[in-house]
């Protein structure tokens, strides 16, 4: 069974950084995607960022292009999602999620999903 578990959520300031990780187990995910998604209060989740743990490849919603990176820790199985100049609207509960297709976390699908981390970005 595919378990996910986020950190790394908290309050900061506008214009701070966070660093959230997501720790996946149960499987080995070397054909996966993995990626984040959010969902503010009262808003729809959305897509944030992805990538492909076979090829590399990496996506991102435009919303936090150029502030947010993903990344990876192989030897942890542990994805990363460094979030630069924050802004109050990145206020979201995120959450990882991974599926045997990258194209499917692109297009906001995914099979499996953590339960969450809160970042609030104060103004």
């Known amino acids: 069974q595919v378990q996910l578990v986020e950190s790394g959520g908290g309050l900061v300031q506008a214009g701070g950084s966070l660093r959230l990780s997501c720790a996946a187990s149960g499987r080995t995910f070397s054909s996966y995607g993995m990626g984040w998604f959010r969902q503010a209060p009262q808003k729809e989740r959305e897509f944030v960022s992805a990538f492909s743990w076979s090829g590399g490849s990496t996506f991102y919603a435009d919303s936090v292009k150029g502030r947010f990176t993903i990344s990876r820790d192989n030897a942890k199985n542990t994805i990363y999602l460094q979030m630069n100049s924050l802004k109050p609207e990145d206020t979201a509960v995120y959450y990882c999620?991974?599926?045997?297709?990258?194209?499917?976390?692109?297009?906001?699908?995914?099979?499996?999903w953590g339960k969450g981390t809160l970042v609030t970005v104060s103004s």
């Open positions: 999620a991974a599926d045997s297709s990258y194209s499917a976390l692109v297009n906001g699908r995914a099979n499996y």
